[in-house]
Nanobody, 122 residues
Framework: QVQLVESGGGLVQAGGSLRLSCSAS????????MGWFRQAPGKEREVVAV????????YVQDSVKGRFTISRDNAKNTVYLQMNSLKPEDTAVYYC???????????????WGQGTQVTVSS
């Protein structure tokens, strides 16, 4: 079992920055791949970025590439999503997820946090 708690969401103006954090706990959390997903109103949930258990491999969705960075600190059991140059279209609920397979792929996430709202005003 892996438990995930997100923090760091909020309201920001376009062009601003936010850093999301996801604190993980549980026996297999350090060996899990971690990912950030988001869901905007009326849209399906989509992957934003994922990172392998070691942190050596990442995937970032094209629409946020160059603006968002995913990282992890296994000593703190925490994964981060640094979001810069935010746009109104980044507005969504952001979810942290964990996958026990440990690799930086976009599927197979079996543990999810409750989500944190990010709102970008124009």
């Amino acid at each position: 079992q892996v438990q995930l708690v997100e923090s760091g969401g909020g309201l920001v103006q376009a062009g601003g920055s936010l850093r999301l954090s996801c604190s993980a706990s549980g026996r297999t959390s350090r060996s899990a791949a971690m990912g950030w997903f988001r869901q905007a109103p009326g849209k399906e949930r989509e992957v934003v970025a994922v990172i392998s258990w070691s942190g050596s491999n990442t995937y970032v969705q094209d629409s946020v590439k160059g603006r968002f960075t995913i990282s992890r600190d296994n000593a703190k059991n925490t994964v981060y999503l640094q979001m810069n140059s935010l746009k109104p279209e980044d507005t969504a609920v952001y979810y942290c997820a964990a996958a026990t397979h440990g690799v930086a792929v976009t599927t197979g996430y079996n543990y999810w946090g409750q989500g944190t709202q990010v709102t970008v005003s124009s």
